[in-house]
Every structure is written in C-alpha cells, then in structure tokens.
C-alpha cells in the first residue's frame, strides 16, 4: 500500500520532461501505439500544453516522479489528458489521485466543466471517470486521437 505522506502531486518542472514522455510512451505503446498528436505533445509539452494555458502535474513517491497527469487547454474546454501511471505502481490509486487534484485544481480556477478522450478498451479508466462523476457525451467526428472511441465530461 502507497504511503499518502510519501506521495505529492506537484506541478511541471522541465527537469521532469523525459519523465513526461516516458510514462505516456509506455502506456501507449502497452495499449495502443504514439500517434503523431501524441509524439508532438509529448515532445514538447512547452509548446503544445503549457504555453497555450494548460497544466501538467506529476505524482512524485519517495522522491520518484511514478504518475502525470495534462490539462491541455483546447480553447472552448479543458481536457483531462496524458495520464498515466508507472506500471509497478498501478493498482494503488495514484490515477485517482491524480484526476482528484486536477478537479479540485479546476474548481480552484473557476472552470466549468473538464472533458476526455478515451478509449472503450480501458475499462479501469473508464470505471474511475464514471465513478468520479464524467458522464458520457457525443463524440465528433474529427477528434485528434484516431484512438479515441468514448468523450467524457464533467460539469463542476
């Protein structure tokens, strides 16, 4: 079981971009595979998240960066993206926390709502979003992951 007091969820610091990366390439490439939209944004996280107005956080354990988590501003919405936890310490609700901290970070900035991409297949991400409160919505045509088959929303 993961020690709260050993685990902090703070904001990005470049020195923690490689972490950034790694964590997302591991998942996508475990599930699915880096589409473009992911390499760009993952690349430069600059550039594509925090100079538009978006946000990253990590999940830091023991002084060791073992989660992330994005809100891209996508100029209409907020989405909850680029989430993923280290393999050896999934299963400890490091997720949840992270999605926890972005809702109240969001509620903090007045937000009205926070909406995701994802994918049917993920069945555990799913169940968290659902059990958090995201509701299932329409998902348009043109969405900029070809891997996304399910948008979810949250009103605060």
Same mark, same amino acid.
């Given at each position: 079981m993961i020690n709260n007091e050993n685990l902090q969820i703070i904001a990005y610091q470049k020195v923690y971009a490689k972490d950034f990366y790694d964590l997302n390439v591991a998942w996508l490439k475990k599930y699915f595979y880096v589409e473009p939209y992911d390499e760009k944004v993952l690349s430069n996280p600059k550039e594509y998240v925090l100079d538009?107005?978006?946000?990253?956080?990590?999940?830091?354990?023991?002084?060791k960066i $073992?989660? $992330? $988590?994005? =809100?891209?501003?996508?100029?209409?919405?907020?989405? =909850?993206?680029?989430m993923a936890v280290s393999s050896e310490y999934q299963g400890l609700k490091i997720g949840q926390k992270l999605v926890a901290f972005c809702i109240e970070f969001a509620k903090n900035k007045a937000w009205k709502s926070i909406t995701l991409y994802s994918h049917r297949s993920l069945v555990p991400a799913i169940n968290l979003y659902k059990k958090i409160g995201f509701i299932e919505i329409e998902l348009e045509k043109e969405v900029h992951y070809e891997r996304a088959n399910i948008k979810m929303f949250l009103e605060l």
């Open positions: 538009p107005g978006g946000f990253i956080f990590f999940a830091k354990y023991n002084h $073992v989660g $992330v $988590v994005a =809100l891209i501003n996508q100029k209409t919405f907020f989405e =909850l993206s680029k």
